[in-house]
């Protein structure tokens, strides 16, 4: 029986169309559950209330309510502010991130100092604390400082990402000491190095580490609930939120607008930079 | 040079320092490394202590002073039951997510690399869930969970079967919270066993097959699962942790509800430290919290170890 | 224990043909190898040969089974892989056992925590446990039964490959160049052992190599690949002495066999400017090409009168290697575009100094035409044929041994 499958599997017929087949089918079914909230959330965006209660569901509405929906969204909540909130926080967080994480991880990798080890120890314990378990006395801080309530509230604490010194100084590590020496030979200085030389040779994980730190920003709601109260501070999970409260319960298809105006730019980022994403997500984990 | 002075086993020691330019790398590495070092202790280090150190006070928000009352806390929360409530609530959210979101992470990347076709495309679909902004998935879910014009509801009538209103039901409550948390890591651990099948040498697979292993389960059995092994056992760890992380949907779709059914660890604490201005009370559940995601990375080490002397 | 037969075996990689038409008899018990340079074929062949590959055209047999419809585990064929393929998470003993595992337990009785309280099972297991240690102390592996793959050495590893081969005394033992991972050394003495492994076992063994010093001293015949076909199958000296392409010609041997462009114009054949006496060529062949392999020149000064029965050409020493057993001079010459190599005695090129002028004389040679297909039969003036060693070589007869 195996042999006589085996040999129809070679003259190529019926068994490798049967199996991509099912193959297909079982994905395909898959990745649709996986997609329907996508799906869902942009259709009742663009339905009216009547048929949003409908006990039919259509995919498609019967009469497109999408204008209305949208610009009850855009008028009720300064939704674009929450956008440019996110991409401010964000950017501004990588950027401090990257700017402390580099030159840490360069001294980390490639010098000889007393408190090398220290330093790096310092680094392993932080990648063992949660996000979550500083918050209180750094909340703490911020109110004594006057900060709450503010873009450095938001920025400050995740200025430094030991993630980030991790990922960076394993990366260093692979590039050759030569590369180093000549370029002292020719006078640079240490922060030059930095720059010039290392900083270029790890685009990659740079780049891998950027597209986590911006997914994992843009969508922290924790630290920035706790921290902002005014809404021209929120950032898009928060200003999801407050379109939540605002609207007390019913008002689905604006509701729906919100979203899907605040999922997008990440989902169109991550269909644009798909291979990015997820060979930045690979590489970080062999780590 | 540098690379072969003698003196370079022991950069830490007087020695080293009489190194050429020793003096002047050391001050180098400070500069470079120290603002790291100081912003670390900083948000990171330093607030993790006072954690610990805030639990054993009984400090609330705001009050003007501070008494040292040791494990006062904790012993209050050891009667607590909210706590406890809220402690079951979490384990049996991670028990619930964990295993299911690995399992089908696992299927899925085993399914896409069955075959060769299409692989990119649903790559993309499963990792998406991913990217996307929780909160604003989570009210796509909340209105799919809705009692009477949600589509789950709506499917599930259409076959008969029974329905209820998902959220506000305390015994399906968490379960579909649950469901949302496997949603978005599913693509994640999918990602992850991907890279780890992709390690696999093939040629594994060929000397097995000569030996006689050709079969989908014997494959599987003899060669993908062992070898899958470290990849395995770092996926579960990692889920876990982002599970006990759980937070957003509760805030947001249960509030704890209903009868604190949702009531994760990190939602009563934020509860207690912010909305009853508990902050030493809070930051002993936080304490508890962290002990439970250093036990989880501990294990996580323990097991890759052990299995770590087969390069 | 069983012959190999192939018979027109074509296959392709998308538009890119591999092998084109090869057709081989491998006998019962031979020690064949599949040499020839990367790309040639030759492990494309041997895969398909195992039943991990499957040929566009074309029959195979071992015995008499045609197997061309037998996946890998029905063929009795066992494998050794370039890179061991040796299971990582498995023991020396369990890597040996799998296959008798596989073979000799029923799938019930494979299955996990169960199968064992299976009657029977327990018998099974203790048999093969004792083949496995049996098979692991004649490979000298006894005592690294429990480590696994990470805490043995190449060389260990590489036994193991074997002994996990060997355990199921297949009829064919298929090897993908075992040793192109073992440092210098240890493929020597490495090849000693597979050798000997085969005399030991008699079972029929397909070896594929580039390194075609392990071709040749390895065994009983020597298939040369080039471009998805077999240019010869022959003996290894035979391959030496006699080869049928002058890429055969080419790639067999160290150093590499001297080749010397030649025309031949008016019965006059002209090797290099300098005219070669020999006869019996037909006049279709305009373009030829000599080879001459180092041994066969010796060392003479351009003063010289030629004799009847001998190639020369004259040129100037460009250097010279001592290898204190034998010297090998290089010399450049103005009619030939490449070095050539001539291995002579350390007497012989005793005061040879680079820079000086000499000739080269041989008295054999092998002649090929324009395609690089070999002429037979060239005789020199004196009439001698050219391509076998002149019966008055240097020293007294060799003694013949015979079987």
Not at chain 2, 6 to 12: A, D, F, I, S, T
């Amino acid at each position: 029986m195996a042999d006589a499958l085996y040999a129809l599997r070679k003259t190529r017929r019926v068994r490798p169309w049967l199996f991509a087949g099912l193959r297909h089918a079982l994905l395909a079914s898959a990745g649709l559950l996986m997609i329907a909230p996508f799906i869902l959330m942009v259709s009742i965006s663009l339905k009216s209330p009547g048929e949003i209660f409908s006990p039919e569901f259509h995919l498609l509405p019967q009469q497109w309510h999408a204008w209305e929906n949208y610009s009850t969204a855009f008028a009720k909540q300064p939704l674009l502010r929450y956008l440019a909130n996110g991409l401010i926080v964000t950017a501004a967080i990588f950027l401090m991130q990257a700017i402390f994480a580099l030159p840490c991880a360069y001294a980390l990798a490639k010098l000889r100092w007393r408190g090398r080890e220290t330093s790096f120890l310092f680094v392993l314990l932080g990648l063992l604390i949660p996000p979550q378990v500083p918050a209180i006395p750094l909340y703490i801080g911020l109110w004594k400082l006057g900060l709450l309530d503010s873009y450095s509230a938001l920025i400050l604490p995740s200025s430094i990402s030991v993630f980030g010194i991790f990922l960076m100084r394993q990366f260093f590590r692979t590039v050759p000491d030569d590369l180093l020496h000549a370029a002292r030979l020719d006078g640079m200085s240490e922060f030059g190095i930095v720059w010039r030389v290392m900083l270029p040779t790890a685009m990659p994980a740079l780049v891998a580490f950027g597209l986590l730190s911006l997914v994992w920003n843009w969508n922290d709601f924790f630290w920035p609930l706790l921290v902002v109260q005014s809404q021209h501070l929120a950032t898009p999970p928060l200003g999801v939120v407050f379109f939540n409260n605002a609207e007390a319960g019913t008002n689905y298809g604006p509701l729906m607008a919100a979203a899907t105006v605040i999922t997008a730019p990440l989902v169109i980022a991550f269909l644009v930079a798909q291979r990015w994403f997820i060979d930045g997500v690979t590489m970080t984990a062999v780590k | 040079m540098r690379s072969d002075s003698p003196l370079r086993h022991n950069p830490g020691s007087a020695q080293g320092l009489q190194r050429p330019g020793a003096q002047a790398e050391q001050w180098a590495a400070w500069l470079l490394a120290g603002p790291a070092v100081v912003l670390t202790w900083l948000m990171l280090l330093g607030p993790a202590a006072g954690v610990i150190l805030l639990s054993l006070t009984d400090w609330t928000f705001g009050a003007p002073e501070l008494n040292w009352i040791g494990l006062d806390n904790y012993r209050e929360m050891w009667g607590d039951t909210a706590f406890w409530q809220s402690l079951r609530n979490t384990l049996a959210y991670v028990a619930f997510t964990v295993p299911t979101s690995v399992a089908l992470g696992l299927a899925v990347a085993l399914l896409i690399e069955s075959g060769s076709s299409l692989k990119g495309l649903y790559r993309a679909l499963f990792f998406l869930p991913v990217t996307s902004t929780l909160l604003a998935m989570a009210l796509v879910f909340q209105f799919a969970f809705h009692p009477t014009v949600g589509i789950v509801n709506l499917a599930l009538g259409a076959l008969g079967l029974p329905t209820t209103d998902w959220l506000k039901n305390p015994d399906t409550a968490l379960f579909s919270l649950g469901v949302i948390g496997i949603w978005q890591a599913v693509g994640l651990n999918m990602v992850l066993f991907l890279a780890g099948l992709k390690a696999i040498p093939k040629d594994l697979y060929e000397a097995a097959a000569i030996d006689g292993a050709d079969s989908g389960w014997e494959r599987f059995r003899r060669v993908t699962w062992p070898m899958l092994g470290p990849a395995l056992v770092f996926v579960v760890t990692i889920t876990a942790i982002r599970s006990f992380q759980v937070f957003d949907t509760v805030a947001v779709l249960t509030e704890g509800g209903p009868n604190k059914a949702t009531s994760v660890l990190l939602y009563q604490m934020v509860q207690e430290g912010f909305s009853f201005l508990r902050s030493a009370y809070a930051a002993a559940l936080t304490c508890i919290f962290l002990a439970f995601v250093l036990l989880l990375t501990w294990a996580q080490n323990r097991l890759l170890d052990r299995r770590a002397h087969y390069g | 224990m069983a012959s190999v037969s192939i018979q027109g075996l074509r296959k392709s990689f998308g538009t890119t043909p591999v092998l084109r038409g090869v057709s081989l008899d491998i006998r019962d018990g031979e020690f064949l190898t599949l040499v020839g340079p990367s790309g040639c074929g030759k492990t494309t062949l041997l895969r398909i040969l195992a039943g991990l590959d499957h040929a566009d055209e074309g029959v195979l047999f071992i015995g008499d089974t045609p197997v061309d419809h037998l996946p890998p585990k029905r063929r009795d064929v066992a494998m050794v892989f370039q890179s061991y393929a040796l299971y990582p998470y498995m023991s020396v003993r369990q890597n040996m056992a799998l296959p008798l595992l596989m073979r000799r337990l029923s799938r019930l009785q494979r299955m996990p925590l169960m199968g064992r309280w299976l009657p029977g099972t327990r018998a099974t297991l203790s048999d093969i446990d004792s083949t496995v240690a049996e098979t692991a102390e004649s490979l000298g592996l006894g005592s690294l039964l429990e480590r696994r793959p990470a805490q043995l050495s190449g060389g260990q590893r590489q036994r193991v490959a074997l002994g996990r081969a060997m355990v199921r005394q297949p009829s064919v033992f298929l090897m993908d160049e075992p040793l192109s991972n073992l440092d210098a050394k240890l493929r020597v003495s490495t090849r000693a052992e597979i050798a000997q492994l085969h005399r030991r076992l008699g079972t029929t063994f397909v070896y594929v190599t580039h390194d075609q010093v392990e071709a040749m001293t390895m065994s009983d015949r020597v298939a040369m690949m080039m471009d998805g076909e077999i240019l010869q199958l022959a003996s290894p000296q035979e391959l030496y002495d006699d080869p049928n392409d002058l890429r055969v010609a080419e790639f067999i041997g160290t150093p590499k066999a001297n080749t010397l462009p030649a025309t031949l114009s008016h019965d006059v054949l002209r090797v290099a400017n300098e005219v070669w006496p020999l006869h019996g060529l037909a006049k279709r062949e305009t373009q030829l090409r000599i080879a001459v392999r180092p041994e066969w020149w010796s060392l003479g000064s351009t003063s010289e009168r030629t004799s009847p029965a001998e190639g020369w050409i004259d040129g100037d020493v460009s250097h010279i290697e001592l290898l204190g057993s034998e010297t090998l001079v290089h010399v450049q010459s103005r009619g030939v575009d490449a070095v050539m190599v001539a291995r002579v005695t350390p007497e012989a090129a005793r005061g040879l100094m680079p820079g000086q002028r000499l000739r080269l004389r041989t008295r054999r040679a092998l002649v090929f035409d324009a395609q690089g297909l070999r002429i037979r039969g060239v005789r020199w003036a004196g009439g001698r044929v050219c391509d076998v060693a002149p019966a008055d070589a240097k020293g007294p007869a060799p003694a013949v041994f015979s079987a």
